[in-house]
């Protein structure tokens, strides 16, 4: 089943629902903001195993109009899941998702928490002021020099100081040429970020299946307007999801999302489990054990 669902604010939602009909739903929450969900996401959710259900985000991959920025706000896409669910005619899900995705599940349970039978999670990202400025100020040059530096390098030295700023300018109002440009290079840093990858020759074609022009304007253009949320929202609100099962999957080496924030959540949630292993944010480790987590909550 695909099909795309009117939300608001002129938005349409693109969604697939794929699989064995009768277990229990779970649904991929893809990060970025804005990255959409790709093949590769789907070959995690063995079709004979699960009833998953994967959407692109507002703005994002094949949902419409693609690159809006209308109502694109956290809120907003928290209400678009629950109107997704009641259109499928879902009682209760399962949520699964890795980095914003894993950031924005938090906050649709902290909402319908009576709507969430388990949460998986990967690469744990809490949406802070201080999360959002490590990755853009210059810290991920500690461990990646090189991937910052090609990141930093398409803006003038004026403007390293708010580079978001400068991007995001780039993105929404530059010549043709250049937000094509300002898109890939943010894409491509995340992505290396994410591997640990530095060459362009082996990440162009990764950065290319992506939405990636939705991922690098939304993610700007939310970190710009720090998640549209207030500052720990998810701690604050920890405790309405205390009896959903919950399992965090974190890397030690994450130069994203550090472990500092999954640590945090496992304080404010002790019955949740935690899985640390020496790893990058999307690291071959983490993957593999976010679907066996994921498998394990679906009871498949």
């Not at 804005?34 to 009833?51: E, I, V």
């Not at 009682?91 to 938090?106: D, I, Q």
């Not at 949630?269 to 909550?297: K, W």
Request: contains cysteine; charged residues 20%; aromatic residues 12%.
């Amino acid at each position: 089943m695909l099909g795309f669902l009117q939300v608001s604010d002129g938005h349409q939602l693109y969604y697939e629902r794929v699989g064995k009909p009768g277990g229990t739903p779970v649904l991929f929450v893809h990060g970025g903001p804005g990255s959409g969900f790709t093949q590769r996401h789907k070959k995690l959710f063995d079709p004979n195993r699960y009833d998953a259900v994967f959407y692109d985000q507002r703005g994002s991959g094949k949902s419409r109009p693609y690159l809006s920025l209308e109502g694109n706000t956290t809120q907003n896409l928290i209400d678009n899941i629950e109107k997704l669910r009641a259109h499928l005619k879902i009682e209760k899900w399962v949520l699964a998702g890795a980095s914003w995705g894993a950031t924005l599940a938090l906050l649709y349970a902290e909402a319908y928490p009576g709507r969430v039978a388990g949460l998986s999670l990967m690469s744990i990202f809490l949406a802070t002021h201080a999360e959002s400025l490590r990755f853009v100020d210059g810290s991920t040059a500690d461990t990646f020099p090189e991937i910052w530096n090609r990141f930093a390098a398409f803006a003038p030295l004026d403007f390293r100081s708010n580079i978001v700023a400068y991007y995001l300018e780039r993105m929404r109002t530059g010549t043709d040429t250049e937000q094509e440009r300002a898109a890939y290079l943010w894409a491509l840093y995340d992505i290396a970020l994410s591997t640990g990858e530095y060459s362009e020759e082996v990440l162009a074609p990764v950065v290319r299946a992506l939405s990636y022009r939705s991922l690098a304007l939304m993610t700007a253009y939310y970190i710009e307007n720090d998640f549209f949320l207030s500052e720990n929202a998810i701690l604050q609100n920890a405790g309405a999801i205390a009896r959903i099962p919950l399992s965090i999957v974190q890397g030690s080496r994450d130069p994203i999302t550090p472990p500092e924030a999954a640590q945090k959540l496992h304080r404010a949630l002790p019955r949740a489990r935690l899985l640390m292993y020496e790893d990058l944010h999307a690291g071959e480790q983490l993957v593999n054990r976010f679907v066996s987590e994921t498998a394990r909550l679906c009871g498949v």
